[in-house]
């Protein structure tokens, strides 16, 4: 058996591995010690997920696709998003044997989806439980599938500018403060849907304020508003998705408008503080 690594054959000894699964679990370990990071792996031409258990006196050669650790992510989504690109352009036109192939790599493509956008999960739930079943109206996956590109787009951007997605979230969420001011008339006048919808905006703009600012303090090490702040809301917002539960109309009202808008001001004023993203000190 050979192995390559960016079609490059390597001299890589072998000890106690047995199955394809133990040769990537070696080659990662050995990779992640050479500042590279797995993107992908083919066994004689067939992609493989990392517990794939075939024997390796069944394989030929093993395929390495890898990249520097710090673009992993990046060029993992890359990947991820181009399957779904295909799987659209092959149920748009009808092509039967693409689309069998496609369905039986899913199994490895979700594996690989599922970590890397794990902080937005909930979101895809539906749409992922919809594709993992047997593809027999591939017509009914292009909903589910064109959200799933939607959050690889939006999951993209933010690892590729955490600072660029910062300030976008900041703005969407200045947006969706000021949406809120004629909240209480919609509930008023009957308008639940439209009251509801703009609670979630809100609701939307923030997770994705909190999770873009750990991205900016983790990846590009620089200064944002303490994460106390957003603890601090969690008891709060927690009573908002209560009362969304209970359509109760009056607390939705009072909560956001006494207790919620103030505190996000607040927050929004401290994120204008830091507006540049000062590098944290003592870093490298």
Do not use: C
């Amino acid at each position: 058996m050979t192995i390559h690594i960016n079609h490059i054959a390597i001299d890589f000894s072998l000890e106690k591995e047995e199955t394809v699964a133990d040769v990537i679990a070696a080659l990662r370990h050995w990779m992640t010690q050479q500042g590279l990071a797995v993107l992908g792996v083919l066994a004689d031409g067939r992609a493989v997920a990392g517990d794939d258990q075939t024997p390796l006196h069944e394989v030929q050669q093993i395929d390495v696709e890898a990249v520097p650790a710090g673009e992993g992510d990046l060029a993992r989504l890359a990947v991820v998003h181009r399957y779904f690109d295909f799987l659209v352009r092959a149920i748009e036109s009808g092509q039967k044997s693409t689309i069998q192939d496609l369905e039986t790599e899913f199994s490895g493509v979700n594996q690989a989806l599922r970590p890397l956008l794990e902080p937005l999960s909930p979101s895809l739930a539906h749409a992922l439980e919809s594709l993992d079943t047997k593809w027999t109206q591939p017509q009914e996956l292009l909903e589910p599938v064109h959200l799933i590109i939607t959050v690889l787009k939006k999951r993209h951007e933010e690892l590729k500018s955490p600072s660029t997605a910062l300030q976008s979230s900041i703005e969407t969420l200045e947006i969706a403060l000021d949406a809120l001011a004629d909240l209480s008339q919609h509930f008023q006048r009957g308008e639940d849907r439209e009251g509801f919808g703009k609670v979630i905006a809100l609701l939307n703009a923030y997770e994705d304020l909190v999770r873009r600012s750990e991205l900016v303090e983790r990846i590009e090490k620089r200064v944002t508003p303490s994460a106390d702040l957003f603890h601090a809301l969690a008891p709060l917002w927690k009573e908002v998705e209560n009362s969304l539960t209970l359509h109760d109309y009056v607390l939705i009202g009072d909560l956001v408008e006494y207790e919620l808008i103030p505190r996000l001001r607040d927050l929004l004023s401290e994120f204008h503080q830091v507006s540049n993203l000062d590098r944290v000190l003592d870093l490298p």
